[in-house]
C-alpha cells in the first residue's frame, strides 16, 4: 500500500488543522460544563427536633436523592466530593402528623448548603412514619471485648460495669424486645493489668430510639496466674441400689490454674470429683471416670491425676 507523501507546506496544513480541532473540542466542552444543569446526588437524612410524646419509625430508607442546579463541572465531580452529604430534616410537623413534606423546608435546607449547588427537589419528596406508644425501660449492659493477655494473666474475677444498667426509650413494640444494650467492642492487646475505662456504647440503630448514658465505666480484674495441685476426694454418684462399693484411690489430685490473689483460698472444698456408678451398671465399664462438678470461677484445669478410678462392688 502506497504512503501518502505530504510537502512541507501541506504538512503545516494539516497539523494546524488538527490544533484548531482539538481547541475547539476543548472550548466547547469547557462552555458545556459551564452552563448550568440538573443532576442527582444521594444524601443522608439527619432528623433534628423529633416529637418528645410521639415514638415514631421512617418508613423509608434514610438515603434519598436530591436533584441539585449546578455547572456541569460539579456535577462530574460530584462523586469525588463527599462534603455536605447529609440533609437536616426539621420533624416537628410530625406532632400532628404522619408525614414530613421535604419540600416544605427547601429554604432551610439550602440555607445550610453552597450557594451555586442549589437544591431544587427531593426523591422522595414526601416522608412517610409510623407510630406507636412510647416506651422506658432500663435494661442491663453487656461488654464486647476481645482482650488479649501476656503470657501467665488473664481475667481474674467478673467484669465491674458502672453504671450496670441504661435506660432506652423508644416505639414500645422495638423496646419490649431488647435485652441488653453492647457496647463498642474492647480491643487489648498484652493486658499484665488490672484495666479501667471509658467505654461507649453502640449508637441505636433506629433514630427514633434514645439511650442514657451514652457510656460506661468498665473495669476488667487481671492477675498474674500460677498453678496450684489440690487432693480432692470422689464421691460416688447414681447407686441407686445402695451397694456396698470401694473406690481406689478414695481421691485424686487436681492441678489447676489461679490468680496470685486466690492462690492462698483455693482449697479442697471448692471442688467436687463424682464417679458415676452408670457407667459400670448400663455400659460395664471396669473403672469409672472422673469428673469435677464444681470448679471455682476463673480456675482452668490443667491435670486430673487419676483420670479413671477402680471400684469394688459388694452386693
Known sequence: MALIKLSAS????VSAFITCLVLA??????????????????????YKN??????????????ITDTLIGTGWQMLFSGMNDENRHVNVDLRALENKDYVVLSSQLRQINEQKDFDKQIVAFTPDTLFFDFSDRATKKVPVKLAENVKFQQQFAQSNDVVIKPSYVTISGPGKIINNIRSWSTDSLLLDSVDETVRISQSLQPPKEGNISVYPRSVQVILPVDEYTEKTVQIPVKLINNRDYYNVKIFPQKVKV?????????????????????????????????LPVELTRVPAYCRIVKIEPQNVDFIVRK
Do not use: C
Request: net charge positive; glycine share 2%.
Open 10 to 13: 501541506e504538512r503545516r496544513r
Open 50 to 63: 423529633a416529637p418528645q410524646k410521639r415514638a415514631f419509625r421512617p418508613l423509608q430508607p434514610d438515603t
Open 255 to 287: 492441678t489447676f490454674t489461679t490468680s496470685l490473689n486466690r492462690y492462698h483460698q483455693m482449697n479442697e472444698d471448692l471442688f467436687e470429683a463424682v464417679a458415676d456408678l452408670d457407667f459400670w451398671r448400663e455400659h460395664n465399664y471396669s473403672n
Open 25 to 46: 473540542i476543548l472550548a466547547w466542552i469547557f462552555t458545556t460544563l459551564s452552563n448550568p444543569v440538573r443532576f442527582g446526588v444521594k444524601v443522608v437524612l439527619n
